[in-house]
Antibody, heavy 118, light 113 residues
Framework: QVTLKESGPGILQPSQTLSLTCTFSGFSLSTYGMGVGWIRQPSGKGLEWLANIWWDDDKYYNPSLKNRLTISKDTSNNQAFLKITNVDTADTATYYC??????????WGQGVMVTVSS | DIVMTQTPSSQAVSAGEKVTMSCKSSQSLLYSENKKNYLAWYQQKPGQSPKLLISWASTRESGVPDRFIGSGSGTDFTLTISSVQAEDLAVYYCEQYYDTPPTFGGGTKLELK
């Protein structure tokens, strides 16, 4: 059974660094073709892709945010991570991680709400 | 970036009605070497995370009711719900994974008439 769960700080202040963790089970990020992606969704709005990391440690970032994003993984502990530097109120959203198995995002976490506020 | 355009943005429906929604991409999502369209449909109910319904434009995920039908190729795609049920009221998103960055459409919200 594949599950993913996001965790994060809940609230942080502008200019801080947001650190998110995706803890998953039921698959391995060392398996050929497997990936984990991060997507966010401001309240009442659509989905925005942030970054993907693949079984071979290839990483891809949303160009509009690239300089602020860092994605990484800990294969041994079945975790993926995303850091966003210099956050602003525009980064307030629900953040999701999702598994990618040779194609679409077939399993999603429940999401974690992040609020940026002074 | 490939732009994904979904229409309509919202649609009021009655139970039992047939519903179609459109997703158009600014570039072809058909990969010539494997003849696959790199297009997915997701369903997001209020307060829930998105759920994958259809991948490769027309492959229904395990457990997804057969009233959900994905069709289309190249740049024009359609999600059809053959007979809408109350539990289908949600926002539906398409996503292209043909190219990086992957991009989502703006969504089609199904509401009760």
């Amino acid at each position: 059974q594949v599950t993913l769960k996001e965790s994060g700080p809940g609230i942080l202040q502008p200019s801080q660094t947001l650190s998110l963790t995706c803890t998953f089970s039921g698959f391995s990020l060392s398996t050929y073709g497997m990936g984990v992606g991060w997507i966010r969704q401001p309240s009442g709005k659509g989905l925005e892709w942030l970054a993907n990391i693949w079984w071979d440690d290839d990483k891809y970032y949303n160009p509009s945010l690239k300089n602020r994003l860092t994605i990484s993984k800990d294969t041994s502990n079945n975790q993926a991570f995303l850091k966003i530097t210099n956050v602003d109120t525009a980064d307030t959203a629900t953040y999701y991680c999702a598994r990618i198995d040779h194609g679409a995002r077939d399993y999603w976490g429940q999401g974690v709400m992040v609020t940026v506020s002074s | 970036d490939i732009v994904m355009t979904q229409t309509p943005s919202s649609q009021a429906v009655s139970a039992g009605e047939k519903v179609t929604m459109s997703c158009k991409s600014s570039q072809s999502l058909l990969y010539s070497e494997n003849k696959k369209n790199y297009l997915a449909w997701y369903q997001q109910k209020p307060g829930q995370s998105p759920k994958l319904l259809i991948s490769w434009a027309s492959t229904r995920e395990s457990g997804v009711p057969d009233r959900f039908i994905g069709s289309g190729s190249g740049t024009d795609f359609t999600l059809t719900i053959s007979s809408v049920q109350a539990e289908d009221l949600a926002v539906y998103y398409c996503e292209q994974y043909y190219d990086t960055p992957p991009t989502f459409g703006g969504g089609t919200k199904l509401e009760l008439k």
